[in-house]
Each structure stands twice: as C-alpha cells, then as structure tokens.
C-alpha cells in the first residue's frame, strides 16, 4: 500500500493494526557506465513492491549523503547531501508520524550498510532522527521524569514483549549482516539486483567499462542470481516486520 494513495479511514484501520509503515531510504550515486546512479534507491524500493498490501510504502527518500568516496559529482549522477541536514529532516518527519499515530516506523536502506553495526553517515542520521523524534515525543506525552515513574517499574519486562516504545521506528538494511550474497558497488552482486529488480535500467553492453575495479565483475551477473538475493531480502524484511 502507498501511504499516499490510502484515504483516513485506510491509515486509521492500518495503525489499529499495527501495520509497519515503511520509509525506503537511497542515495543518488555513480554506480559505472552501465548501472543507473538511483541502485541503492531502487534495490530497497523495489524490493519493498513486492511485500505488497503487508506494509505502508512511504514516498522514498533519495537524497542521502551519497559522498564523493566513488566518483566526483560533475557528470556522474552522484548527489551528496550532506548527514548533517539529512538529521533535522527526518527528526520532523519521524515526529510527524508519530502525532498521527504511528507506533510500526521503519526505515530501509541499502547504501554502505555493509558496516551496519557502526554506522555509516546516512543510516546514521536517520538513526539519530528517529531515537530524538521518539524522546522528544515521550517527554512531550507523558511529561518530564516519564521513564523514572513507578508506572514505568516494569519496563524492563515489559521489552521482551515487545512493549519498548524506542522500537517505534527502527532503521533496517536490506540485506541481514553474513548473507550469502555478492555485497559490492556496481559489481556484479547489484548489476544482478538491477537485472532481477530493474532490468530497463541496466546497460550489459556497458559493464565493465570505465576502468574501475569495483565493476570488474559485473560481466559475470545475471538476473537469475539477482532473483536469489531478491528473495534473501524478502525473507529478513518480512521476518523483520514480523509479517505472516
């Protein structure tokens, strides 16, 4: 379902039931001569299609800090937004849907998750956004002290099932941490997603071109590998949301 598209009565049925309203975060980002600068974009977005009526798509968000780590911005396609204004951002959109009730928040990303753990600075922002968003939130409802409150004594317990107001909104990557699948940039692990997810977008005739070793490998993908980590996506995001 496309948040945009759904009317009162759809999004007050949605949040009675919990249902995960979900942000696909990107970047804008060179990605060589045969692949187009929205992949980190369009591998979440597209994957995300596929969940169907489970899940509340969000409009996406694409202009994340893509940085000039691959290729400089003129000519490329790349769009680097600095982290630093990405955070006031999301912190007013994570707030935005927390006053219209949502308690199911999640964020996807696809962009140098590979140290997700960590951190990197898109993921990052968004991060922090949505732990701010959530504070300012509590301490806005239920007052100052609204944690330290005998009410509260059972948080602890409370957690393990599921009752932790900072799982409001979670940020998530695509792929889960170890997975048996080509993590590269414009290799032949997302020339493959691209082939399976966005096939118009990708130029075969191009790969390998430029003279970059990460595209190296891009010769060697195909769409039906592609398929597999499309599938691996849909197995960690739909055990994620907890959807049947």
Request: charged share 15%; glycine share 12%; aromatic share 8%.
């Amino acid at each position: 379902m496309e948040f945009a598209r759904l009317r009162p009565h759809q999004l007050q049925d949605a949040i009675a039931r919990h249902v995960p309203v979900v942000l696909p975060i990107g970047v804008l980002e060179y990605h060589g001569q045969h692949l187009p600068s929205g992949v980190d974009l369009l591998a979440v977005t597209e994957v995300l299609a596929r969940l169907g009526d489970q899940i509340i798509t969000l409009p996406p968000f694409a202009y994340g800090a893509a940085s000039h780590a691959v290729a400089g911005p003129e000519g490329t396609g790349t769009l680097h937004i600095d982290a630093a204004a990405l955070v006031p951002m999301a912190d007013a959109l994570f707030t935005a849907l927390l006053k219209a009730g949502f308690r199911n928040i999640r964020g996807v990303i696809h962009h140098q998750t590979e140290g997700f753990d960590q951190g990197m600075p898109t993921d990052l922002a968004f991060r922090l956004a949505g732990r701010t968003a959530i504070m300012r939130f509590l301490e806005g409802t239920r007052g100052a002290g609204w944690w330290g409150d005998t009410a509260m004594k059972d948080f602890y317990a409370d957690q393990s099932q599921g009752a932790d107001p900072f799982n409001w909104i979670q940020i998530h990557p695509l792929f889960p941490k170890g997975v048996d699948f080509p993590f590269d940039h414009a290799g032949k692990g997302e020339t493959a997603l691209m082939q399976a997810l966005a096939p118009d977008t990708v130029d075969m005739a191009r790969a390998g071109q430029g003279g970059h070793w990460y595209t190296e490998s891009a010769p060697d993908a195909s769409a039906q590998m592609g398929e597999g980590g499309v599938q691996i996506a849909l197995a960690h995001l739909s055990r994620i949301f907890g959807l049947g």
